[in-house]
């Protein structure tokens, strides 16, 4: 049996902040993790995305006006304003309900796509659901439910679909987190039958099913096992950006903590996860470490769809409010058209194609492995 309080659940305490203490211990697991994500200390420490071996040829002559320039694209049978969905963070307790209302509020002015967190909490305790509930804010928003392969694995196929319904979410993201789950002291160890599961949730489940890493990048090995499984989707939540070895090491003690320390920086970069995975043709959100426009035009050069960001929103919310939040993303935006206007490409779909270079180390990860779809 899965325990309640494993991977995005099962955080160390840390003080909480102007909200009354959950009560439950996935609540009080799930608030701990955001207060360790709003600090500074949870980036990979040398690992890059590889986003910036891709460099785009400059156009001086681009024949085109600001104003023809469109940033809509669509994903997953919703119309996105810009190709960019809020990172599945949290759900669980009354500080993540506030923050699934500031953000999806966000998501729904922007047309931007939202992602819950983990629905874990809500499946262990129906009176939690009410956190994850945005579409009282964002009627239009793409919004993605979230659950843990292994939670998954031991759940029927009937309540996963109850656990969307309930939300009213588009499709399901699946995530994969391995990694984390080895360091933390109660994690998982038992990753067996969880291919058979996306087969069964793929063939079963009436909506869209997204595999999601969660900081260390999808393989061509994993890719090809989610291919044949019949996935069709993937979030590549790539090495670069927040890594989830580095949050459950500042928790670990002993063994798991010296292992932590030296995998923090364990994982496939985002930059080719994004190329694995575009090359088995699967529709790819690139998430991890997307940190600018500039990160997101790359990430369409490689062949994503839309990117999706995480901790960096967290921040700002935390720092700055909602404000602070629309001010990051607004600026995302502006420097994604400034780069789409300078590489002379009128739409997402042109940028795919805009004139680039990779190079550096990108170059090496893209020459040794070729997806076999
Ligand atoms: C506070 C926080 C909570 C998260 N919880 C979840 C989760 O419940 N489910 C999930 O699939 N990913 C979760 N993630 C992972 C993010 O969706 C994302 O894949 C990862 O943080 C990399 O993106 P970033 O570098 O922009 O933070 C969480 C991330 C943060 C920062």
Redesign the pocket.
Known sequence: MVSATKG?EAMPSQADRGYSRPTSDIGARKAD??DL?EGDEVGFRSTTTLLECVRFLHQSLPELSSDEVSTEVELLGRRLRAPIVI????GGHERAATINRSLATIAQQRGYGF?L??QRAMQHDQTMGWTYRVREWAPDVLLLG?IGVVQARETATRDLESLVNDVGADAL?V?LNPAMELIQSDGDRDFRGCVQTLTRLCNELPFPIIA????NGLSPQTIEKLVRAGVRYV?T?GAG??S?VGVETLRAQGTARSTGNRLWDWGIPTASSIHYAASASLTTIA????RSGLDVARAIALGARAS?????L?QALARQGEDGVRVYLDEVVHELRSVMLLTGTRSVEDLRHAPRIISGELEKWIAAWQVRA
């Open positions: 995005f993790h955001l994500c990172a599945a963070m949290t992602g967190g983990s979230n993201c995530h999601k890493e969660t900081g979030d939540s950006g927040t989830w998430t991890g470490g997307i999706g960001i995480a901790r960096p967290l």
